[in-house]
T-cell receptor
Framework: GAGVSQSPSNKVTEKGKDVELRCDPISGHTALYWYRQSLGQGLEFLIY????????KSGLPSDRFSAERTGGSVSTLTIQRTQQEDSAVYLCASSPQISPGQGMINEQFFGPGTRLTVL | AQSVTQPDIHITVSEGASLELRCNYSYGATPYLFWYVQSPGQGLQLLLK??????LVQGIKGFEAEFKRSQSSFNLRKPSVHWSDAAEYFCAVGARGGATNKLIFGTGTLLAVQP
């Protein structure tokens, strides 16, 4: 079946512009995650959705970053007033139904990422 | 706080040689543990995972990993490396019982394979 898809695959923008990154999770997966992969930094967690709600936004680096998820499916990560330090690969992942706090965790399936370059 | 350390940033091995990639974690209880591989320009692919039970887990592509509680380690091994194994490898830990299911990743180990 289809995996996690992300668009665009590459985005070049000018400092100060807003950008929107899109993630289409695997059909039926209720959990969705955004991560950022910066050079030499590994992968940093940004935000976690369970359905349409986001119980964990602790990784968003500033209030310029926001994300939403509608219909329990597609998610959009928005970065306002982009800065050069926002340049990174933004990865989306999804996983099947899970009950937070129940001591369970599922494998996360990752998309190919969006490479963002801020000039 | 949870953390993952991959002490080797870059490793080069000869094709056919054995491989061991190190991973140490910090977590208050038994964590969920994962190894992912990322080929150039690709997303992350799960190699294997440890949730409970047998501490030696088998994964795809001939990889295995052993969970050692006493050493807080989850090292990845392969007895004979193939050129196609050249990639970046990430160890990750997931929390049990929390309100979030995020993964905490190490900084990765870049594997080069010499012919």
């Amino acid at each position: 079946g289809a995996g996690v898809s992300q668009s665009p695959s590459n985005k070049v923008t000018e400092k100060g512009k807003d950008v929107e990154l899109r993630c289409d999770p695997i059909s039926g997966h209720t959990a969705l995650y955004w991560y950022r992969q910066s050079l030499g930094q590994g992968l940093e967690f940004l935000i976690y959705f369970q359905g349409n709600s986001a119980p964990d936004k602790s990784g968003l680096p500033s209030d310029r970053f926001s994300a939403e998820r509608t219909g329990g499916s597609v998610s959009t990560l928005t970065i306002q007033r982009t800065q050069q330090e926002d340049s990174a690969v933004y990865l989306c992942a999804s996983s099947p139904q899970i009950s937070p706090g129940q001591g369970m965790i599922n494998e996360q399936f990752f998309g190919p990422g969006t490479r963002l370059t801020v000039l | 706080a949870q953390s993952v350390t991959q002490p080797d940033i870059h490793i080069t091995v000869s094709e056919g040689a054995s491989l061991e990639l190190r991973c140490n974690y910090s977590y208050g209880a038994t964590p969920y543990l994962f190894w992912y591989v990322q080929s150039p320009g690709q997303g992350l692919q799960l190699l294997l995972k440890y949730f409970s039970g047998d501490t030696l887990v088998q994964g795809i592509k001939g990889f295995e990993a052993e969970f050692k509680r006493s050493q807080s380690s989850f090292n990845l091994r392969k007895p004979s490396v193939h050129w196609s194994d050249a990639a970046e490898y990430f160890c990750a830990v997931g929390a049990r019982g929390g309100a979030t299911n995020k993964l905490i990743f190490g900084t990765g180990t870049l594997l080069a394979v010499q012919p």
